[in-house]
């Protein structure tokens, strides 16, 4: 990515872990938090901000389901992707400790991905709104038997003790994140590594979408990720989303586009960028 962008907008307050995300594949960018995602698109679309990361799934607790649902319509292009490991940290007063908490406070995924962990301690759990959130109210409400679920820049932020590191369930936890911009980058078809992400309708009839994704079977394109959706018309017609490797000027993409087009309708390509690095390991 290009680390010459000046400012990007990510959803909830500084400490989120979709800046900390944004800090990293920008290093010297500002940071511009937004309180809805509609804001964070909305910014970039106005010329506010140059792209936004955009959380898109965990490999712990899946998709996110409210950028899923905006990003076809936000008009803006998928430019890039980063990975990001979440290690999520348990966050008290100064003073604090395990034993005098009863309540913790978090993103709902960041409480599903850390659930048994805080259940054995016996710790009543409170949905909020972001985890960077949950640990500014921690910090203003200043009770030791209140603590929060969020990134160790959170701690760093709001003055909040670091009670346990890494406390989530599942140790490799990683959330993608896409990067969106006004424009597309310039890629040479030929090139390795591309991705493209595609939204598209099939009919809700017998193998449609079993025919509509041939083309990509006997091309040889990989796809690495595909998701359903109820489309708003109705629950008869199903949308789906998926991401797969190479460029749609490529020849053997081509092909298999081509055949997607024959037995779909309504296709829209989001996205095609170059795939992060972390794809390699």
Same mark, same amino acid.
């Given at each position: ?5 000046? *400012? ?17 594949? !920008? ?6 938090? =937004? ?15 140059? =792209?936004?990361?955009?959380? #898109? ?8 389901? @409210? /950028?899923?649902?905006?990003?076809? *319509? ?12 979440? @290690?999520? =940290? ?23 991905? =850390? ?21 500014? $109210?921690?910090? $203003? +409400?200043?009770?030791?038997? $209140? ?13 909040? @003790?670091?009670?346990?590191?890494? &406390? ?10 896409? #990067? ?7 890629? @040479?078809?030929? $090139?390795?590594? +591309?991705? /493209?992400?595609?939204? !598209? ?21 990989? &796809? ?5 959706? &109820?489309?708003?018309?109705? %629950?008869?017609?199903?949308? %789906?989303?998926?991401? %797969? ?20 309708? *309504? ?15």
């Amino acid at each position: 990515m290009n680390n010459e962008v000046k *400012n990007f907008s990510f959803q909830g307050i500084n400490g989120a872990y979709s800046e900390l995300a944004g800090s990293k594949v !920008f290093q010297s960018a500002q940071s511009v938090s =937004c309180k809805t995602f509609e804001d964070m698109f909305e910014s970039v679309k106005n010329n506010e901000t140059e =792209c936004a990361m955009v959380p #898109i799934e965990n490999s712990s607790s899946g998709r996110v389901a @409210d /950028t899923q649902r905006l990003i076809p *319509n936000s008009n803006l292009n998928i430019i890039g992707e980063y990975f990001l490991n979440i @290690d999520h =940290c348990l966050l008290a007063p100064k003073g604090a400790s395990i034993n005098s908490l009863k309540r913790v406070r978090s993103h709902e995924q960041a409480l599903a991905q =850390c659930r048994k962990n805080l259940l054995t301690k016996n710790l009543s759990l409170f949905v909020v709104a972001d985890t960077a959130g949950a640990a500014k $109210e921690v910090a $203003e +409400i200043n009770d030791k038997e $209140e603590g929060a679920i969020a990134s160790s820049l959170a701690a760093e932020i709001y003055s909040l @003790d670091i009670l346990e590191n890494n &406390i989530q369930d599942v140790k490799r936890n990683i959330t993608r994140f896409l #990067i969106m911009g006004k424009k597309s980058p310039s890629i @040479d078809p030929d $090139e390795e590594g +591309i991705i /493209t992400t595609i939204l !598209f309708q099939v009919r809700s009839i017998p193998a449609a979408l079993y025919k509509s994704l041939g083309g990509f079977a006997t091309n040889g394109v990989n &796809i690495t990720k595909l998701e359903s959706y &109820i489309h708003p018309q109705g %629950f008869d017609v199903a949308q %789906f989303y998926i991401d %797969f490797e190479g460029h749609p000027e490529n020849a053997k993409v081509k092909l298999a586009i081509e055949d997607l087009k024959f037995y779909s309708k *309504n296709l829209k390509i989001l996205g095609v960028y170059k795939g992060a690095e972390f794809r390699k390991k």
